[in-house]
């Protein structure tokens, strides 16, 4: 299993632009999470989803849209590129008997 | 979920055990706490986790109190590798009721020193 997979692992947008962060895992787990970690600080939850078609907010969703259209696939959307988006993005993933939360390795994304 | 309450930073010689604290007084009966590392800036490592019962495995043991208002996470032999950000967290099981979420706190920084 390569586990959980994010793309790309650096970007730069300007203001205003737009891009989705992808995220995918290949161990059927139903639970999947989006942070975002600005530095020198801790994680902080933009949305999660618990299957297929369901979705809800964490703590920082504004700026940010999501969909899970399957089980595998949970990606993060900017619409309007800000620079106080700024930061590191990891998804994570989490199957209903499981007891780890995985992580990808991260996507760093500079908005100037 | 629970809140937790950790130091800010830590200092551990190589070789020593490390003894990483974590108050979680309004810890509801149903949550675990777990804890996770972070290695600069790489995603999040799960260490160990538990209800309970004091827990081992070949990374830390965790040491939960009788009335499970703080835990201690120990790594009985630091090494230079072991210098990370822990995060103590408290959990609710996964089920079909629940989300699950993870709420992580701002940790605390371990540095191992020669």
């Known amino acids: 299993n390569a586990g959980v997979t994010q793309t790309p692992k650096f970007r730069i947008l300007k203001i205003g632009q737009s891009m989705t962060l992808q995220c995918a895992q290949d161990?059927?787990?139903?639970?999947m999470y989006w942070y975002r970690q600005d530095p020198g600080m801790g994680l902080k939850l933009i949305y999660y989803?618990?299957?297929?078609?369901?979705?809800d907010k964490g703590e920082v969703p504004n700026g940010y849209n999501v969909s899970r259209s399957t089980t595998e696939d949970f990606p993060l959307r900017l619409e309007l590129a800000a620079p106080s988006q700024t930061s590191v993005y990891f998804c994570?993933?989490?199957?209903?008997?499981?007891?780890?939360?995985?992580f990808g390795s991260g996507t760093q994304l500079s908005v100037l | 979920d629970a809140k937790t309450t950790q130091p800010t930073s830590m200092d551990c010689a190589e070789g020593r055990a490390a003894n990483l604290p974590c108050n979680h007084s309004?810890?509801?009966?149903?949550?675990?706490v777990y804890w996770y590392r972070q290695i600069h800036s790489q995603g999040p490592q799960y260490i160990i986790h538990?209800?309970?019962n004091n827990e081992t495995n070949e990374m830390a043991s965790l040491i939960i109190t009788e009335d499970r208002k703080s835990s201690t996470l120990i790594l009985p032999h630091a090494t230079l590798r072991d210098t990370a950000v822990y995060y103590c967290?408290?959990?609710?099981?996964?089920?079909?009721?629940?989300?699950?979420?993870?709420?992580f706190g701002q940790g605390t920084t371990l540095q191992v020193k020669p």
């Open positions: 994570a993933s989490w199957g209903l008997r499981g007891e780890k939360l995985f």
């Open positions: 161990m059927n787990h139903n639970y």
């Open positions: 989803s618990v299957g297929a078609g369901i979705t």
């Open positions: 309004t810890i509801s009966g149903n949550e675990y």
């Open positions: 538990g209800l309970k």
């Open positions: 967290i408290v959990r609710v099981r996964n089920s079909s009721s629940n989300t699950g979420k993870l709420i």
